[in-house]
């Protein structure tokens, strides 16, 4: 069998002495929806952070497509196609709505300007407040400014750390409405989420940490159809 495009494989790792991730493996191919869940301190956004080379591994390795990439630095792992959105302080909230998508081009040396139209047409409101502060925004806004953000750098891998975090249910319905569609267009989506039932009914393909381990694996239907996920990690 082929290797998935992204995996980071038996990672192990952590800050200081103690590890948080005990193992675990994440992939993601081209064009699937890959979600993390797992209880509070399970190791989702560590992982999420060690696949972006924000955290060093003690063991284990990240390949992207095919290539070794463990010991890129997340700059580099940019340039190679990858993108990630944090949870929190994902705008600049002083400048404009524009001004934030251009600044995610600024690896690029070409036309920004259909990538731009893109976003625009994902994310409308953004057009129309293009020349708002970021800052002024709400909060499902300031989210769909960071994820059009990291679109901008045309990514291979588009990363999500809690994308729905603080939003209300509608805004939470758009912003995963908008995700399928950006895995479509055959952008691999990894994301790690709170809201684990409504995550797992849009995912290829789902990953259940418990203290940095997998515990479960699978399609996002047959996980939500588990007695055990459901019953432990869905609320029944």
Known sequence: MSEPFLIGEAMVGGYGAANILNGCTIAVEKGEIAVIVGPNGAGKSTAMKAVFGMLRLRGG???????????????????????????THNIFASMSVEENLEMGAFLRRDDIRPTLEMVYHLFPILRDKRHQPAGELSGGQRQQVAVGRALMTQPKVLMLDEPTAGVSPIVMDEL??????????????????QNARQALMIADRGYVLVQGANRFTGTGAELMADPDVRRTFLGG
């Open 176 to 193: 995963f409405d908008r995700i399928i569609e950006i895995a479509r267009t055959g952008i691999s989506i990894l994301m790690v989420e």
């Open 61 to 87: 390795h990240v390949r992207l497509d095919g290539q070794d990439i463990s010991a890129l630095s997340p700059q580099d792992r940019v340039a190679r196609g990858m993108a990630f959105v944090p949870q």
